[in-house]
T-cell receptor, first 111, second 116 residues
């Protein structure tokens, strides 16, 4: 079936750097995308979402970019902090279907 | 606002046994979904309930079943447990409102099931 995947399994950055986590999706019918953060021992935590009629959305320190032409999604985290260390998942949905998750990227932030 | 809560947090069962996991949805949410997350993997969709009816199912066998109650709480039941059922089971709630637009899924912290 259709799937969502990530390019980099692990990303290591220094505190204060900007982080970019990438995600490729294959379902051209997907119209809604979400980024989740999952810390050890916890469930996924909603970060930011974007609908397919947009190509950029900003939150607090985070920006999601959507490129429908190449089916690519990215999450940018500004001024990365040690508390940002976690596994990040992108997920996609088509219509009223449920979310399909990728495998995740581990973000490691060094002080 | 109360978030999604799941019980128990950890559970150890023997192959062949049956297990029931419970979930209380976030207040105001009318839809509940269950996901299975194997170690090092993303969550995999099991099924979704809306208005006490299953309205979507992933690639899981019938021995995975569920219920949604009038207060929007939910149960996940797994019969004839297999070793590969060992995973983190996540419950997520959302709201289907006017226009049938789903809100983002909000997850609980999961139940860690170990099958020996």
């Amino acid at each position: 079936g259709e799937s969502v995947g990530l390019h980099l399994p692990t990303l290591s950055v220094q505190e204060g750097d900007n982080s970019i986590i990438n995600c490729a999706y294959s379902n051209s019918a997907s119209d809604y995308f979400i980024w989740y953060k999952q810390e050890s021992g916890k469930g996924p935590q909603f970060i930011i979402d974007i609908r397919s009629n947009m190509d950029k959305r900003q939150g607090q320190r985070v920006t999601v970019l959507l490129n429908k032409t190449v089916k690519h999604l990215s999450l940018q985290i500004a001024a990365t902090q040690p508390g940002d260390s976690a596994v990040y998942f992108c997920a996609e949905r088509s219509g009223y279907s449920t979310l399909t998750f990728g495998k995740g990227t581990m973000l490691l932030v060094s002080p | 606002e109360t978030g999604v809560t799941q019980s128990p947090t950890h559970l150890i069962k023997t192959r062949g046994q049956q297990v029931t996991l419970r979930c209380s949805s976030q207040s105001g949410h009318n839809t509940v979904s269950w996901y299975q997350q194997a170690l090092g993997q993303g969550p995999q969709f099991i099924f979704q309930y809306y208005r006490e009816e299953e309205n979507g199912r992933g690639n899981f066998p019938p021995r995975f079943s569920g219920l949604q109650f009038p207060n929007y709480s939910s149960e996940l039941n797994v019969n004839a447990l297999e070793l590969d059922d060992s995973a983190l089971y996540l419950c997520a709630s959302s709201s289907i409102g006017q226009g049938l637009i789903n809100s983002p899924l909000h997850f609980g912290n999961g139940t860690r099931l170990t099958v020996t």
